[in-house]
């Protein structure tokens, strides 16, 4: 536990993007889902690239923007934003925001618990997602806690040390774990990153008897051949609730202009996706499609 010069305890603080209420794809019930910023990956299919970066960004939707100069007046250094969101009121049309809020855990978990009895009626909780949830791992952790009590589920790609995928499962209830692709050298062709520590994590989460959901992206021409061999990896854990396939949607890259980024995914985007539940049903593995 890291103090201050006085001894005082230092907590730690994180950085989210997104709180989405009425959430009921994201676990059991109706839920909150939480979006932390930041994450080691780049798939190019992303659909929120404002989760990608772990610092605060400004968003501009500029195709609706008239160029009234509105924003530039009120900027003090319009040469070289520095996201101090002093143009975020000035936009008539309203067209300009902020990706990335602070918080301390404590003062997050105070504002999602005001909804605690209304989630619990419905059979819901609270869901951690991003970004990458572990990238943030003491925020992460110390929010966990302050929502004990409360059903909490955390959707992750699992690609983060041993220890401290062990330390997140200590205190959820439900992982959401996103399995993209199996084979190493496609899946950092595609995603920038290796894969052993993630194959490592879930063979972790198999054996540790917490309650799972596997959930698959399709991606058109990406990893529409690996339903079998995720099929054969599945195969006989006993605590998979289910695997959720979602297909890829043509509106992926809308957001990407609003960062000042291109959309390149290196696949064909007009491709429809083929997910194929059929390799599950084989083994006896619940499997729906999104």
Not at 35 to 60: A, I, Q, S, Y
Not at 124 to 139: L, N, R, V, W
Not at 181 to 204: P, Q
Request: charged share 25%.
């Amino acid at each position: 536990m890291e103090r201050d010069s006085i001894g005082k305890i230092i907590m730690p603080k994180g950085i989210i993007f997104d709180i989405k209420e009425f959430a009921v794809y994201d676990g059991p019930g109706i839920r909150t889902t939480v979006f932390f910023k930041g994450c080691p990956m780049r798939c190019t299919w992303c659909h929120n690239p404002e989760g990608l970066k772990h610092d605060k960004e400004l968003m501009v939707s500029l195709a609706k923007c008239s160029n009234c100069g509105a924003c530039k007046k009120v900027c003090p250094n319009p040469d070289n934003c520095t996201v101090c969101g002093s143009c975020i009121n000035s936009c008539p049309m309203g067209l300009r925001r902020i990706a990335g809020i602070e918080y301390e855990a404590k003062d997050l978990a105070k504002k999602l618990l005001k909804d605690a009895e209304f989630l619990k009626k419905n059979g819901g909780g609270y869901t951690i997602s991003g970004g990458e949830p572990t990238a943030q791992m003491d925020f992460l952790k110390e929010l966990l806690v302050l929502l004990k009590g409360n059903h909490r589920a955390v959707e992750t790609s699992a690609l983060c040390p041993e220890d401290s995928f062990f330390s997140m499962l200590e205190e959820t209830d439900l992982v959401l774990f996103d399995l993209k692709l199996i084979e190493s050298m496609e899946h950092k062709r595609w995603t920038t990153a290796d894969n052993k520590i993630i194959l490592k994590n879930l063979d972790t989460l198999k054996k540790s008897g917490k309650t799972f959901i596997i959930r698959i992206p399709s991606i058109p021409g990406v990893n529409d051949n690996i339903y079998k061999d995720a099929a054969d990896l599945l195969d006989g854990s006993k605590n998979l609730l289910r695997v959720e396939l979602m297909p890829y949607h043509q509106t992926a890259g809308a957001k990407y202009p609003m960062l000042g980024l291109d959309y390149n995914p290196g696949f064909d985007s007009a491709r429809e996706p083929m997910p194929d539940t059929r390799p599950f049903s084989n083994k006896n593995i619940p499997c729906v499609v999104l």
